[in-house]
């Protein structure tokens, strides 16, 4: 079995130090930054690699308070998993991260921003791809680490990370993957600039957020809860399924009913966003022309941006569909050669 460290010593030159943006080296067990000097740990195999926003927390930052949140609640949790077998058939069994272990090249680097318990970055890492897990939270990461132990998992490495400080260099890799993170910051927009800046030229960026339309459902279950108890269960299936168990349930009822915060975006609104960074908009799920999305669809191949009929006519199909995820879209863009 490899170290802890092994992941990040062999690929050291991607990373740089939160605070200064200094390169990294290894000493005596721990991390030094060889700008600033300030020195980081290993805790549980996971580097410590946080360092806190300078904002004022009264000014807006929600930073803290969703760390704290999924430090006591990490999602999705590995109780139905025992090992790499149960993994790789948990992921076939839904189209996305078999779309994407299928699609994704061999031999290349992958960063997941707010990989939370890592289930996606160690299925990723699996077949022969250079995975790296981030997220804020170090309780979410003690699981993955611990599976990837586990298994002997040696492509996928976690580490601790806020994204508003990332701890790689700009153009570090040619696809990154944020799925229903940005929804739970301060500013989703100044997020995705932050982790935008780290694609390749040439690579993809994969967004994924909470839909204004695709939400309503679990808005009118949240006051419903509110109104009848959280026994009451109307719309969300994942609280149905009688395959479940309540810890699962638990985790899954907390994290879309009981977040200290969420935002809600538009298909017109992340258009705008790789618009004002350099991104060509590539693909989405679903689509946001007239088109239906199709489990053979080639998500990294361009496709039509649609217009303003097909994207009112996209998101308010989510209005009845988009329960069944919570209310997600993904938006895939590609970053432009001069851009």
């Given at each position: 079995m490899s170290s802890p460290m092994t992941h990040m010593l062999e690929n050291m030159e991607i990373f740089i130090c939160p605070i200064c943006s200094g390169g990294l080296e290894m000493f005596s067990g721990a991390i030094r930054c060889k700008g600033c000097g300030n020195n980081y740990r290993f805790e549980g195999g996971v580097p410590l690699l946080f360092w806190p926003n300078d904002w004022d927390e009264s000014q807006g930052d929600?930073?803290?308070?969703?760390?704290?949140?999924?430090e006591k609640t990490p999602f999705p949790n590995y109780d139905d998993l025992e090992d790499a077998g149960d993994l790789v058939n948990k992921a076939e069994k839904g189209f996305f991260a078999r779309m994407l272990n299928e699609q994704i090249p061999f031999n290349i680097r992958v960063l997941e921003v707010g990989c939370g318990t890592g289930q996606l970055s160690n299925f990723l890492g699996i077949a022969n791809r250079r995975v790296f897990g981030a997220d804020i939270?170090?309780?979410?990461?003690?699981?993955?680490?611990?599976?990837?132990?586990?298994?002997?998992?040696?492509?996928?490495?976690?580490?601790?990370?806020?994204?508003?400080?990332?701890?790689?260099?700009?153009?570090?890799?040619?696809?990154?993957?944020?799925?229903?993170?940005?929804?739970?910051?301060?500013?989703?927009?100044?997020?995705?600039k932050s982790i935008a800046g780290l694609v390749k030229k040439g690579g993809f960026i994969m967004v994924g957020l909470y839909n204004r339309y695709g939400r309503l459902a679990t808005d009118i279950q949240r006051l419903v809860f509110s109104v009848f108890g959280e026994k009451s269960v109307i719309f969300d299936k994942q609280l149905k399924r009688k395959d479940t168990g309540g810890v699962k349930k638990n985790t899954w009822f907390l994290d879309q009913y009981k977040n200290p915060h969420e935002s809600k975006?538009?298909?017109?609104?992340?258009?705008?966003?790789?618009?004002?960074?350099?991104?060509?908009?590539?693909?989405?799920?679903?689509?946001?022309?007239?088109?239906?999305?199709?489990?053979?669809?080639?998500?990294?191949?361009?496709?039509?941006?649609?217009?303003a009929l097909s994207h009112f006519t996209a998101q308010g199909r989510l209005v009845f569909t988009g329960h069944r995820e919570g209310g997600l879209f993904l938006m895939i863009g590609k970053r432009r050669l001069n851009g």
């Open positions: 929600v930073t803290s308070v969703i760390k704290s949140f999924y939270c170090l309780n979410s990461l003690r699981l993955a680490q611990e599976f990837k132990e586990k298994n002997d998992l040696r492509n996928a490495g976690f580490y601790q990370m806020n994204l508003f400080r990332p701890i790689f260099k700009e153009k570090s890799f040619p696809l990154v993957i944020c799925n229903g993170v940005l929804h739970h910051t301060s500013d989703p927009f100044l997020g995705f975006h538009t298909v017109g609104e992340v258009l705008r966003w790789f618009d004002q960074t350099g991104f060509d908009f590539v693909n989405s799920i679903p689509k946001i022309t007239f088109e239906p999305f199709s489990e053979k669809e080639r998500l990294f191949r361009a496709s039509p941006r649609g217009n």
